[in-house]
Each structure stands twice: as C-alpha cells, then as structure tokens.
C-alpha cells in the first residue's frame, strides 16, 4: 500500500486558517474511522493532535479540529499561531491489520 | 507520567542484525497496544509493527515483514523489535509508541537511530 497523499507543504497568517488534507483510497482511508493527525516540530517526537478522525486528546487545543470525507481526510487549525509551525502527518488504518501514514506536510506560520 | 525510552540503536553491516528495545513506565504496560514507527532521516514516517496487550496478534509493514519480529515482557514493561537482514534501507530513526486511544499512538518516546551501512 502506498502512503497517503499530502501537500508538501502549507501556509498561513497568524489568526488565520489552514486546512491541510490527507487523500488516499476506498479501502484505506475510504473505510477507516481510525485516521488520526500528528505534529513533529524539529528535533522531537511526533505528537497526537486528533485521533478516530475528530477527536482530540486532552491538552491539545480546540483550534485543531479533524474531518472526513469520503477517501479524504482533513485538518484544519484555526486561529494560527506561530507555535504551530511545525511537520503533521495523517495516519489510517489500511485495513490489513496495518497503519500508513501521510508523507507530511510543512505549515509555515507567515 | 507516561515514560517510554527506546535503546539499541546504532550502526549495524546490511545484512546484519539488531533489536530494540522500549523500557515503559507510568501506564498500565500490559493492558495496552505497542507500536514501532520509523523516520528516515529528513523524511517522513512509516508505521513498522505493532502488538496488542498479550502478546498473541503481531502485525507488520511489508517493507519488513518475515525479517523483523515484535515481541513483549509484560512482567518488565518491555518491547522490543528483532531486526534480521537489515538493508541501508532501513536506516531511520526507531520510535516506540504507545496505542492509547483507538487506532491512534498517544505518547512516544525520543528514539533510537539505526544506521545500516558497510
């Protein structure tokens, strides 16, 4: 299975939004609910923004918010701030007992 | 406070061999999914293997599949990741996490970088 499709990269004013969207296939992403977002700043661990498409963990801030549709999977951060600039990656279930992840996507806080 | 510390890493011959390993603190090790992820230098991440709590369902990328084996102590709070046949393609950097909500790693240790190379 091939990874799953992101923009290179992305970018955005403080304050403003950015959606950043994650596309793969009917038997991945298509029929998955466990798609699931990560932010890697440099030097350091990934670390989970959303997860089962829409839900956040605690800590994270409601300015990040996941959806789906279809084989596509998106994540959008509002209210952008400079602390955001970072790598994020979308991750699926690929449905053979396995995940893939999103080749990342650079947000540039302008 | 969830602690994972991977070790292991390091500078192996293709061909050769190596194994991970994850020490985990501060959750409930035994009652949870485990997961190795990588990350080529500079590049992105690929899911490689997971494991669920007792040991009994393993599953692996195809990139590594019938050369790399996951295994658990449930007793020491420990996973670990056998590498055998290591190709220059496997140089990356050896991230253990772990699976605390559905289909998702919630907590992730630093790494350890293997580097496969003659």
């Known amino acids: 299975q091939s990874a799953l499709t992101q923009p290179p990269s992305a970018s955005g004013s403080p304050g403003q939004s950015v959606t950043i969207s994650c596309i793969g296939t009917r038997s991945d992403l298509g029929t998955s609910n466990y798609v699931s977002w990560y932010q890697q700043h440099p030097g350091k661990a990934p670390k989970l923004m959303i997860y089962?498409?829409?839900k956040r963990p605690s800590g994270v801030p409601d300015r990040f918010s996941g959806s789906k549709s279809g084989n596509t999977a998106s994540l959008t951060v509002s209210g952008l701030q400079a602390e955001d600039e970072a790598d994020y990656y979308c991750?699926?279930?690929?449905?053979?007992?396995?995940?893939?992840f999103g080749g990342g996507t650079k947000l540039t806080v302008l | 406070e969830v602690l994972l510390v991977e070790s292991g890493g390091g500078l192996v011959q293709p061909g050769g061999s190596l194994r991970l390993s994850c020490a985990a603190s501060g959750f409930s090790f035994s009652s949870s999914w485990m997961t190795w992820v990588r990350q080529t230098p500079g590049k992105g991440l690929e899911w490689v293997a997971n494991m669920n709590p007792d040991g009994s369902g393993k599953y692996y990328a195809d990139s590594v599949k019938g050369r790399f084996t996951i295994s658990r102590d449930n007793a020491r709070n420990s996973v670990s990741l056998q590498m055998n046949s290591l190709r220059a393609e496997d140089t990356a950097l050896y991230y253990c996490?772990?699976?605390?909500?559905?289909?998702?790693?919630?907590?992730w240790g630093q790494g350890t970088l293997v580097t496969v190379s003659s």
């Open positions: 991750c699926s279930h690929g449905g053979r007992d396995n995940y893939i």
């Open positions: 996490a772990r699976d605390g909500v559905p289909g998702a790693r919630d907590h």
């Open positions: 089962e498409v829409t």
